[in-house]
């Protein structure tokens, strides 16, 4: 679910909608040997037709993001020196690292000073959410 986004954008038919066009669909199959195979096949189908042919589908969509932002010295040399991220370190002036004001990832908006929740799955059944601002948000030029 984190690497396709907001599952609200994956199908346009809801809840009882996608009993009927099933109900629909064994109905106009003649065979009745092996019908759950046969729709499941056609549901299979539709879905890979609908991933593969849009261009506006949510694997093809490239990260999209604002303006490029000038930090000033302090919070450069605050990044240098203090800050890890994933428990990595970054250096500014080595590893291309971009600030920006906004990033559309998957349909979601990111924003400065904008909250954030994290789902941890680490804490067992617990599932702890994690609440945090957005200070500022960057991009690497590993994955742009």
């Not at 589908?57 to 800050?83: K, M």
């Not at 590893?95 to 400065?112: H, P």
């Amino acid at each position: 679910m984190q690497k396709s986004g907001p599952l609200n954008l994956f199908s346009s038919i809801r809840y009882e909608a996608k009993h009927k066009e099933l109900k629909d669909a064994a109905n106009a199959i003649t065979s009745r040997k092996n019908i759950a195979y046969s729709l499941a096949l056609k549901q299979q189908l539709q879905l890979a037709y609908r991933l593969l042919s849009s261009d506006n589908n949510l694997y093809t969509i490239p990260i999209q993001f604002g303006r490029v932002l000038t930090l000033d010295s302090f919070t450069l040399d605050l990044y240098n020196n203090r800050i890890t991220f994933l428990n990595k370190k970054f250096n500014l002036c080595v590893d291309n690292i971009t600030f920006v004001s906004w990033v559309n990832i998957k349909g979601s908006i990111y924003n400065c000073k904008n909250m954030c929740v994290v789902v941890s799955e680490d804490d067992g059944d617990t599932m702890m959410l994690s609440f945090g601002l957005i200070k500022d948000i960057f991009i690497t030029g590993e994955k742009h």
